[in-house]
């Protein structure tokens, strides 16, 4: 019935029911699936709004899904349902390039706006690792980040508006500078739960004149994080902030041959990006302070090229893993810019503890963590160490007054942990938002909201 | 009703929740008040039983500056809380008008947005955390105090110019940026011929400026009693060398403009900015209305002349401060006889909304006002958005009547 329905509406290439075809839309980047009903994909706003109703008609819950890379669960379908799919929904619909903006399809790569935008000196500022793969859909979804995002924002700084397919298959649309309610805020992050993003118009920015880039060594990781604090602390905001400590230095240049010292325990990697007369003077500051931290060596990309081969290096650090061990989990928390120093120790200790090689490579000016636990999946015992060590860090970060997640998303895998950072109040509050644009819970079930906290009755209406 | 208004001036979170949850369940309709700068903007409540004010919950929760990050209680003073921060070397660009009064509860309900947010960015984009009162004293939480943070729905962010319709904002937590070192002021005048080509400069600058307006009237408020009608007012901020820059910059394409001449003010330069931003809700009692629109940039300065076209046409006295960096455009009609004006503003008022459906009421405390549409024609979304109001208060508490469609 539902597949028929699908085929009907939406023509036999666009459903696919197959049990090979469905086992490729039951995982995204994190460890366990779920079994689609169907898989769909839908060209265009009115095509996800027949999915939606049919769905519903059906009793399917859905499952928005753009390029599955991340690594929550957030696109995986735990009760099954019908995924929806924007692997065909990926054009620039409108570029503006007078008022510095585009309206896009949620398919579309990030990388791909920025490169449609370089020609008319433009650029899209958010650049989460996996840009060159993952959808604007996504990014939405989980409102992404990036290294460049210390300087511009995440995500929802630059939505500046949206086409919504809601919980009953009708499109509703909003703007950053509409009266009312700001419910573009309410949809970006929300991961699929409250609506399902068709289009979106997408801020753009000048492409800087000026862009620098420099690579500090540091004998030791205390030092470099102590430095990053340091700096922060010193009213310095650089526009990316990065840090790698050896393990993921050495497998970068093992892979890519990117230029970071591969002797040095931790590298910071930092770009000052503007003017010509202000990056100049960021950069000597920056210099002066990690020099004060005992940063053995300080090297600046000498052009474009340098740029950007140490930028691809740190972008592809985590695949670069690969050669340590066959998998790896990373972890996504955040802490307060001065606690980096003792969250650094703590998961280096909680590592060492468990028996578990660790790489960190993280966007240190932000305090956003992302230890790479390195494993075997075969290996029972191993997956049981990472577990334990990802949920000890977990720990850490709350207790220095941080966050369960900092830009992936909670998905289905931090579910549970929202009740270690939020009160059942807390919580009832944000899903009465839920209550408000899905009350059958049918969008992107069993995700963000902890078990017991899902449901209407929790607050009395 | 009571015959008498209550006023409750509580000093923590726990008491805001005391009482909103007393006036709930007794059917009472609440006030939210904070410095009381914004009370032009929106409906006037429909029934008003208690006055909550915010101005009990002062002073700073938590100041973490090594991480850049603040943890106010909503009723600080906007002016407080930049004075604090720039003693620090930071600041949040809020630009709210009447900074000394306005406090931060109410800048962040009234979605605030001020002329520097091109470049520095809107405070919902500085806001990380917020403690919330709903209408049943459920006392809320939301994000923290870490600079990124994806934990859950963006509740923050949807508290920001929902105009107290959703619960009462007791605390919030601020993300700073470094304060720009140094600004510099450019007052020129701005005949009409030179109108649009400086316009076309403007918007072609290497550097931009944080803030250009090219204004109308409003002499009184922003440059006491004289100067020229129309005029160009550029606030430059940054480091020394790069303001250097911006100036020459600048002095050229002015002069290409062919604008005559330019006067450039570094001591009170924010100080003159700040006047302009008075201005946005500078009322003259029941003389004046004042409204806002938010075109795109590059339609600011002809959004801003149909404006004027229409005003005239009424005989009604149009003044005007178009954002040439945000596409702002405040217009503030007047007449010098209060009667007169009473007779023309319901119609202006509908000849306006045919021409510009979206122009926001910032300023008017008319007796007529409860006949404007002061919140424009309703967002498409407007049913959601009444959804999302019966949820988070059935019982219509606080503000009633106040927001966008009666909500």
Same mark, same amino acid.
């Given at each position: ?14 459903? $696919? ?176 739960? /409250? ?6 118009? /997408?801020?753009?920015?000048? /492409? ?57 325990a931790a590298v910071l990697l930092i770009e000052n990006a503007g003017f010509e007369e202000d990056v100049g003077a960021s950069e000597a500051a920056i210099q002066a302070i990690v020099t004060r931290h005992g940063a053995r060596s300080w090297r600046s990309a000498r052009n ?5 081969? /140490? ?135 069993? $995700? ?14 | ?78 002016? %407080? ?6 003693? *620090? ?45 709903? @209408? ?169 002349? *149909?404006?004027?076209?229409?005003? *005239? ?40 909304? @045919? ?15 409860? %006949? ?22 059935? %019982? ?12």
């Amino acid at each position: 019935m539902l597949r028929e329905r699908l085929i009907e509406a939406l023509g036999s290439d666009a459903v $696919k029911t197959a049990p090979e075809d469905l086992a490729v839309y039951a995982f995204d980047a994190y460890l366990d699936g779920g079994r689609p009903s169907a898989v769909t994909l839908p060209r265009s706003t009115r095509d996800v709004c027949a999915i939606v109703k049919i769905a519903r008609d059906c009793g399917e819950p859905i499952v928005a899904r753009g390029a599955g890379t991340g690594l929550c669960g957030g696109a995986v379908p735990k009760v099954g349902g019908v995924v929806l799919s924007f692997a065909r929904m990926n054009r620039v619909l409108e570029f503006d390039e007078r008022h510095r903006r585009a309206r896009v399809q949620p398919g579309l790569v990030n990388l791909d706006l920025t490169r449609h935008a370089a020609s008319s000196g433009l650029f899209y500022a958010p650049d989460p690792s996996s840009q060159q793969i993952s959808s604007l859909g996504g990014n939405i979804a989980t409102n992404a980040g990036g290294p460049h995002c210390l300087s511009y924002g995440t995500t929802v700084n630059h939505v500046l508006g949206l086409e919504v397919v809601d919980a009953n298959g009708e499109v509703f649309t909003t703007a950053l500078d509409d009266a009312g309610y700001d419910l573009t805020a309410a949809m970006v992050g929300s991961e699929g739960t /409250l609506g399902i993003v068709t289009s979106a118009w /997408l801020r753009l920015l000048a /492409l800087p004149e000026s862009v620098r880039v420099g690579v500090a060594a540091f004998d030791d990781i205390d030092a470099a994080s102590e430095a990053v604090s340091a700096i922060i602390a010193a009213g310095i905001l650089p526009t990316a902030l990065e840090m790698m400590d050896d393990v993921i230095t050495a497998a970068v240049e093992a892979a890519f041959h990117a230029g970071y010292p591969t002797e040095a325990a931790a590298v910071l990697l930092i770009e000052n990006a503007g003017f010509e007369e202000d990056v100049g003077a960021s950069e000597a500051a920056i210099q002066a302070i990690v020099t004060r931290h005992g940063a053995r060596s300080w090297r600046s990309a000498r052009n474009q090229a340098e740029r950007d081969v /140490l930028w691809a290096g740190r972008k592809s650090a985590a695949g670069a893993t690969g050669r340590i061990a066959p998998n790896y989990y990373t972890q996504d928390v955040c802490v307060p810019r001065s606690r980096l120093p003792q969250a650094l120790r703590a998961v280096g200790a909680a590592s060492r503890a468990n028996g578990i090689t660790v790489g960190n490579v993280f966007h240190a000016g932000d305090g956003n963590l992302h230890p790479l636990l390195m494993y075997d999946r075969r290996d029972e015992k191993q997956v049981a160490a990472v577990v334990a060590t990802g949920n000890e860090i977990l720990q850490t970060a709350i207790d220095l007054g941080g966050t369960i997640s900092g830009e992936h998303g909670i998905g289905w895998e931090k579910r549970d942990a929202m009740t270690r950072i939020y009160s059942t109040d807390d919580l009832a509050t944000m899903a009465r938002v839920r209550d408000v644009f899905d009350p059958a819970r049918m969008l992107n079930p069993e $995700k963000i909201f902890p078990r017991g906290v899902q449901c209407a009755e929790v607050v009395p209406p | 009703m009571r015959a008498t208004r209550e006023r409750a001036t509580p000093k923590s979170t726990q008491g805001v929740a005391k009482i909103v949850a007393r006036c709930d369940r007794g059917g009472n309709k609440i006030r939210i008040a904070g410095g009381e700068t914004l009370n032009g903007m929106g409906h006037a409540p429909e029934r008003v039983d208690v006055t909550l004010s915010t101005v009990g919950l002062t002073g700073i929760a938590a100041n973490e500056r090594t991480d850049l990050v603040i943890s106010v209680r909503a009723g600080t003073p906007i002016a %407080n809380l930049t004075s604090l921060l720039a003693s *620090q070397g930071q600041f949040v660009p809020f630009d709210a008008p009447q900074p000394q009064y306005a406090t931060l509860g109410g800048t962040l309900a009234a979605g605030w947005l001020g002329p520097r947010r091109h470049l520095y960015g809107r405070p919902r984009d500085f806001l990380i955390g917020t403690t919330i009162v709903l @209408a049943d004293g459920t006392i809320a939480r939301a994000g923290g105090m870490v600079v990124k943070n994806v934990a859950g729905y963006d509740m923050s962010r949807l508290y920001v110019g929902s105009f107290g319709t959703l619960g009462v904002l007791t605390q919030a937590n601020l993300k700073t940026i470094p304060r720009p070192t140094h600004a510099r002021l450019f007052l020129a005048p701005l005949p009409e011929r030179t109108r649009e080509r400086a316009c076309t400069q403007l918007s072609a600058l290497r550097v931009p400026p944080s803030a250009a307006f090219v204004i109308e009237g409003f002499h009184h408020a922003i440059d006491g009693d004289e100067g020229p009608e129309g005029r160009l007012l550029l606030l430059l901020e940054g480091s020394a060398a790069l303001i250097e820059r911006a100036t020459l910059e600048l002095r050229s394409a002015l002069g290409r403009a062919g604008v005559p001449e330019t006067r450039i003010v570094d001591a009170g330069a924010r100080e003159a900015f700040e006047r302009v931003v008075d201005a946005y809700v500078a009322s003259l009692g029941e003389r004046s209305v004042t409204y806002r629109l938010y075109p795109l940039a590059r339609e600011a300065p002809s959004s801003a002349s *149909q404006m004027h076209g229409l005003a *005239q046409s009424f005989e009604l006295r149009g003044e005007t401060i178009a954002d040439l960096m945000n596409g702002d455009v405040v217009l503030r009609v007047s007449d010098l006889d209060s009667h007169a004006f009473g007779s023309k503003i319901e119609n202006f008022d509908e000849a306006l909304h @045919a021409m510009m459906p979206a122009a926001q009421v910032v300023a008017s405390n008319h007796p007529h006002r409860a %006949n404007l549409r002061v919140w424009g024609t309703p967002p498409a979304a407007i049913d959601r958005m009444r959804a999302l109001k019966a949820r988070f208060d059935p %019982n219509r508490t606080l503000n009633p009547g106040c927001f966008v469609g009666g909500m």
